[in-house]
């Protein structure tokens, strides 16, 4: 989060197109460019929140936890962690079905808290969005 950002946003405001009054073009963007970062990542891999605002160019991932709250039944949600890689509050048990169910790396702590391994499971896509290049899977 930026400092003297609420919301996570490089400027402090939320990023448009989430169903806010007011929502333009470059709004409904940011939500088909997230929305096609999370589609493309593959069974048994995720990204961070933070990971795919910066696929998308941008620095707010509190505007793409925005977009997967609209969104993400749609999605494979699951696929979307924190930076800790541990599923979004609440959803801990459905995301572990669905990590199991796609074998994707897991760790599990003394205490039995499980989360995605972020060093074996981390994807990056591959093509481009906006004006810049994306990296390659790894």
Known sequence: MTAGSADGSA????EPGLGQPGAD??????VSRVIAVVE???EGRVMSYGSVAAAVGSLSSRGVGKVMAHAGSELPWWRVVKASG????GHGQRALEHW???STPLRTSRTGTVRV????AS????FV???EAVGTSG
């Not at 391994?117 to 074996?120: A, K, S």
């Open 25 to 30: 073009a470059a709004g409904d963007d940011f």
């Open 117 to 120: 391994d972020l060093d074996r």
């Open 11 to 14: 400027d402090g405001q939320p």
């Open 129 to 131: 969005l906006g004006d």
């Open 86 to 89: 541990h599923a979004p509050e």
């Open 100 to 102: 199991r169910a796609e």
């Open 123 to 126: 994807w990056w896509p591959e």
């Open 40 to 42: 493309s990542v593959p």
